[in-house]
C-alpha cells in the first residue's frame, strides 16, 4: 500500500494549489482518503477526507469554503483543492488511507493505516 502526495510549492496569499494524493496497492473505491496538515510548531490537524465509495466529503469546520475534496477513481487520485491560501495555511499536507466505515471519525489520525511522506506549502504574504 502506498500514498504520494504532490502540488505543494509556494504561492503567494490569495493563490491557489492543487495538491494530489495517488494511492496504490488497495481497493481505492472502497476507502476513506484524509488529508491532514501540520504547520510549524503545531500539532497536526485534520483538513479534509473523502469516502471513495459514495463519494461522501468531510471538511474541517474552520477550513469550509476554502477547501475542496475530489476524487478520480478511475486514476487511484484524491485531490484538495485549497482557494485563497493565506499564510496560516503553511504547512506540510499529508494524505492518508482508511478502512470504510469509519466515516464519523475521519478527523482522527488513528483511522488512517498508511500515510504518505507529506507535501510542504509554503505561502507568503
Known amino acids: 500500500v502506498q500514498v504520494v502526495e504532490s502540488g505543494g510549492g509556494l504561492v503567494q496569499a490569495g493563490g491557489s494549489l492543487r495538491l494530489t494524493c495517488t494511492a496504490s496497492?488497495?481497493?481505492?473505491?472502497?476507502?476513506?482518503i484524509g488529508w491532514f496538515r501540520r504547520a510549524p510548531g503545531k500539532d497536526r490537524e485534520e483538513v479534509s477526507a473523502?469516502?471513495?465509495?459514495?463519494?461522501?466529503?468531510y471538511y474541517a469546520d474552520s477550513l469550509k469554503g476554502r477547501f475542496a475534496i475530489s476524487s478520480d477513481n478511475a486514476k487511484n487520485i484524491v485531490y484538495l483543492e485549497i482557494v485563497d491560501l493565506q499564510p496560516e495555511d503553511t504547512a506540510v499536507y499529508y494524505c492518508?488511507?482508511?478502512?470504510?466505515?469509519?466515516?464519523?471519525?475521519?478527523?482522527?489520525?488513528?483511522?488512517?493505516?498508511?500515510w504518505g511522506q507529506g507535501t510542504q506549502v509554503t505561502v507568503s504574504s
Open positions: 473523502i469516502s471513495t465509495g459514495d463519494g461522501s466529503t
Open positions: 496497492g488497495f481497493t481505492f473505491n472502497d476507502h476513506i
Open positions: 492518508a488511507a482508511g478502512p470504510p466505515g469509519w466515516t464519523s471519525m475521519w478527523g482522527n489520525a488513528a483511522v488512517y493505516d498508511d
